[in-house]
């Protein structure tokens, strides 16, 4: 009988050790929602294509339930190699952190004031810089 207890012992304090230590895989990292009003700062694409904004001159305004209106102050010259070039109201979906607009997908981060969307730039592709903006109206 005492040999029983001490077997127990130990094998009770493993399980209790591993009941607390498990991980339930839940991802406490909160996923962002992309809402508000963005002004564009830059877009690097293509290895020599950079095009730099001073903010108010192109905003992007997520109304959080997948509409986003785009204005402009500006207009793009003709070199400019921005996915979207006229004013206008788009649609758009957000997956976790992936970002579906005028039928490219982005993955994105929003930290603070800053919203970047990513294109494949390992491969060179898109990167979208935003500053937070605020409307005049609101």
């Given at each position: ?83 979207i070039q006229t004013a ?26 800053q919203l970047t969307l ?12 935003f500053k937070e903006f ?5």
């Amino acid at each position: 009988m005492l040999m029983k207890k001490f077997i127990l012992l130990p094998v009770l304090i493993v399980l209790c050790t591993l009941l607390i230590a498990c991980d339930n895989d839940k991802d406490d990292d909160p996923i962002n929602k992309i809402e508000g009003a963005f002004s564009l700062l830059s877009y690097d694409c293509c290895l020599l294509t950079q095009e730099d904004y001073v903010v108010g001159e192109i905003i992007y305004d997520f109304d959080g339930a997948n509409m986003v209106t785009v204005w402009f102050t500006i207009s793009p010259t003709p070199e400019s190699q921005l996915p979207i070039q006229t004013a206008g109201v788009y649609e758009y979906t957000e997956i976790d952190n992936r970002l579906v607009l005028n039928g490219i997908e982005y993955e994105f981060t929003l930290i603070g004031d800053q919203l970047t969307l990513f294109d494949d730039p390992e491969l060179d592709g898109a990167i979208i810089t935003f500053k937070e903006f605020q409307l005049e109206d609101e």
